[in-house]
């Protein structure tokens, strides 16, 4: 599975910004994608998820503020972000999974960053 992430860049204090995920290759057993992020020195941490049924998930930390969808035609899945803080800082990477659960495991993507900040 190949995953590739677009839509970083530099965005102001609740702000909202977009990401978008676009995955290829063999689809047939990937149950979830989803995204998470890092800061430098700091572990990779879960964002959010969407199943192939749609079941979506996300850290406490975003809720409220992020949403994740996805276009199955395009094989495609967003992240919708608003209210932007400073600490949502990092590169965001696209993961895929086999599983209900992201497990930090599985197919990863390049990652995109995007910065907030006045």
């Known amino acids: 599975v190949q995953l590739v992430e677009s839509g970083g860049g530099l965005v102001q204090p609740g702000g909202s910004l977009r990401l978008s995920c676009a995955a290829s290759?063999?689809?047939?057993?990937?149950?979830?994608m989803g995204w998470y992020r890092q800061v430098p020195g700091k572990q990779r941490e879960f964002v959010a998820s969407?199943?192939?049924?749609?079941?979506?998930d996300y850290n406490d930390s975003v809720k409220g503020r992020f949403t994740i969808s996805g276009d199955r035609l395009v094989n495609t899945i967003f992240l919708e972000m608003n209210s932007l803080k400073p600490e949502d800082t990092a590169v965001y990477y696209c993961?895929?999974?086999?599983?209900?659960?992201?497990?930090?495991?599985?197919?990863w993507g390049q990652g995109t960053r995007f910065t907030v900040s006045s």
């Open positions: 993961n895929a999974d086999v599983t209900a659960k992201l497990r930090g495991m599985g197919d």
């Open positions: 290759g063999t689809l047939f057993h990937i149950y979830t």
């Open positions: 969407i199943t192939k049924l749609n079941v979506t």
